[in-house]
């Protein structure tokens, strides 16, 4: 019975208004049903794993399935999310990122770990200047060219000269200086094979260059992305101080909005189509296209314009095209040409059409 009540209670605390009890502490997960009794925080089933590999600092149980004694609940009632946000979370950065549920593990553990193992944001903690965030050294393994191996390489970063560098060789001059201006960065896990993967993006010439690099630690990888994200925050806050800070975050760095394999087929569409792995970048408004997923540079890109430019996505083929492909079709209309491609499935050629259309329909 005692349980039960208890369980009944826990509940209503958890689902309690202005409490910000209804959603994970951590990554934002709506309904979390486990909860951490000595920080006095609700928490997802995904970052309770997280929590547990950190029992100095953090011990968890589940709502439903574990006992719960009374002082326990009177602690959780007396802490909960809000008050622990605004003690861990008292002074995050602008720049820094902070992970949703749909963002990768190593984001998600380090982001708990900071919090509450380290406590970097708590109010006693100085500010750092992003200028200062933004300059970063130290070794990354590089993927190598022939995509079969990753290779060591020292990288250099600075927000101030608004670069960033790599360099094969100490006795060399940098293999490429990298301008902030078009610098991102995304974690790839799958890409890349590794839990620590990170995909690396700039222009040269015109051109979307990728890198791929990881490091063994996790601290490591995540504190390279956010000093490439103080070094963007920088650059432009400096180039753009009247825009609201709310529109300059989401233009630090930026995620693809869908990656995937389609085939393509050429103007005439005549020719025979290719499997191509495809890249979507609502930012730049680019669909770019690669013989392999991790090449350096994509084989072509399209531009995506706005409806009323005359773009359009729609399934099917193009007026008056016929092949023999029993497969879903989707044509991209530009003012230049109507682009072809065939997907495995009539999900994912839904996903790739509410994409596009997303795109196009934006301002």
Known sequence: MEHDRNKTRLLE???????????????????????????????CLYCSGIHRNLPGVTRVKSLRLDFWENDLIEFMKSHGNLRAKAKYEAKVPPYYYIPHSNDCLVLREQWIRAKYEREEFVAARV?????????????LWKLGPGRRQFHKRHFLLSAREGVMKYYE???????????VQSLNAMFQEVKTGHAHGLQI??????????????????KEIVDWFNAIRAARYHYLRTAFPNVPEHELIPRITRNFV?????????????????????????????????????????RGQIFIGRRDEGYEVRPGFPMGVRVKKRKPVITLVTPGREFVFICDNDKKQKEWIDALDGIISQC
């Open 13 to 43: 605390l958890q689902r309690a208004a202005g409490t910000g009890n209804d959603r994970c502490a951590d990554c934002g997960e709506p309904d979390p049903v486990w909860a951490s009794y000595k920080l006095g925080i609700f928490v």
């Open 201 to 218: 993006t700039y222009n040269t010439d015109g051109q979307t260059r990728n890198l791929f690099v990881y490091h063994e630690s996790g």
């Open 127 to 139: 500010c750092q200047d992003p200028c200062t965030a933004g300059s970063r050294e130290g070794f």
């Open 258 to 298: 869908k990656e995937g394999y389609m085939e393509k087929t050429g103007p005439k569409h005549k020719e025979a189509f290719k499997e191509r792995w495809f890249s979507l970048d609502s930012q730049e408004r680019n669909l770019m296209y690669f013989k392999d997923p991790l090449d350096e540079f994509a």
């Open 169 to 179: 060789k100490e006795s060399r001059g940098p293999k490429a200086v990298i301008s």
